[in-house]
């Protein structure tokens, strides 16, 4: 925020200032939150100081490390030339850097608007870069990436194939200007997004690859546990079979044996039915009796 903006800005300043240490203050304009930030900068550069960012106890610490330095110059030790010697000091140690792309309408804005930015500066044009910088950048960028394991041969293949690519967005952007009049501007720092997002998807490809293996060797060890089991239970069928095998011959005994009670049990059965047949016929016959001497006694 805009708070922390100014504590960083005052403590270069009295680093610069107060210390007497050679400062740079590399800044870009991607990290322009406000435009507040920039006319912090443009006061920087026309005079080392911003307005009201000291605070009391600061001032008193500048106007007493200040006050040696504007006795050995002849001056009196007031407010304003103590104040003058610090912002020089600021001035001579203080060294602002300030990259920003001039793409787009808001840079001319800010040109316009801060013209210190042009006029208190030292403008350094980065031009396209060669083909040999956009080697040597990819094999430096490859070299660090501790999840690239292949050899010079591929490595050089991957190099040819960024230079071709980015070579090729920009024969494909002038031809863009020439057919419709219409700017698309590829910068060294497109190059830059190029590597970062091989990067990213070298790093996400690597870890899903990890997971797989890591998946298939689950699966592996599962397999070889299950065959041990296997293994196990297969010689425990083995040493049971001759119990398995004797448990068999005595059921069959033993369904034999079922199957002869059974025989007898029918035929008991039958014997049982026949005699109560017989006892049926005599009860029937004995009633016939009994019924003919009570109609007698009638």
């Not at 140690?93 to 006029?119: D, K, W």
């Not at 299950?226 to 004797?246: F, G, I, R, W």
Request: net charge negative.
């Amino acid at each position: 925020g805009n708070f922390e903006w100014k504590e960083d800005i005052k403590g270069v300043m009295l680093r610069a200032g107060l210390y007497s240490k050679e400062t740079v203050f590399l800044f870009s304009d991607t990290q322009i939150k406000m435009e507040s930030f920039l006319e912090d900068l443009n006061n920087i550069l026309n005079s080392g100081d911003v307005p009201n960012i000291y605070q009391p106890e600061d001032l008193d610490k500048i106007f007493q490390s200040m006050k040696g330095a504007v006795t050995e110059q002849g001056l009196a030790a007031t407010k304003a030339n103590l104040m003058a010697v610090y912002l020089k000091a600021v001035r001579s140690n203080l060294h602002c850097v300030l990259t920003m792309s001039p793409i787009g309408e808001i840079f001319r804005a800010r040109l316009r608007q801060f013209p210190a930015l042009v006029n208190c500066c030292t403008i350094d044009w980065f031009t396209a870069w060669p083909d040999s910088a956009l080697q040597s950048v990819a094999e430096r960028f490859l070299d660090e990436l501790p999840e690239l394991e292949i050899s010079k041969v591929l490595e050089q293949g991957i190099v040819t194939t960024f230079q071709y690519m980015h070579q090729s967005v920009v024969t494909a952007s002038e031809h863009y200007l020439q057919e419709l009049s219409r700017h698309n501007y590829v910068t060294p720092t497109s190059y830059l997004e190029l590597l970062q997002s091989f990067a990213a998807m070298l790093t996400k490809r690597k870890a899903e690859m990890l997971q797989s293996i890591l998946r298939l060797q689950t699966g592996l060890d599962k397999l070889f546990n299950t065959a041990e089991m296997v293994k196990v239970m297969q010689k425990e069928l083995e040493e049971m079979k001759p119990q398995l095998e004797s448990a068999q011959v005595a059921a069959q005994e033993m369904l034999v044996e079922i199957e002869g009670d059974r025989e007898v049990a029918e035929k008991t059965r039958q014997e049982v039915e026949v005699q109560e047949a017989d006892a049926a016929q005599m009860a029937a016959e004995c009633q016939a009796i009994a019924d003919d001497a009570q109609a007698d006694l009638e």
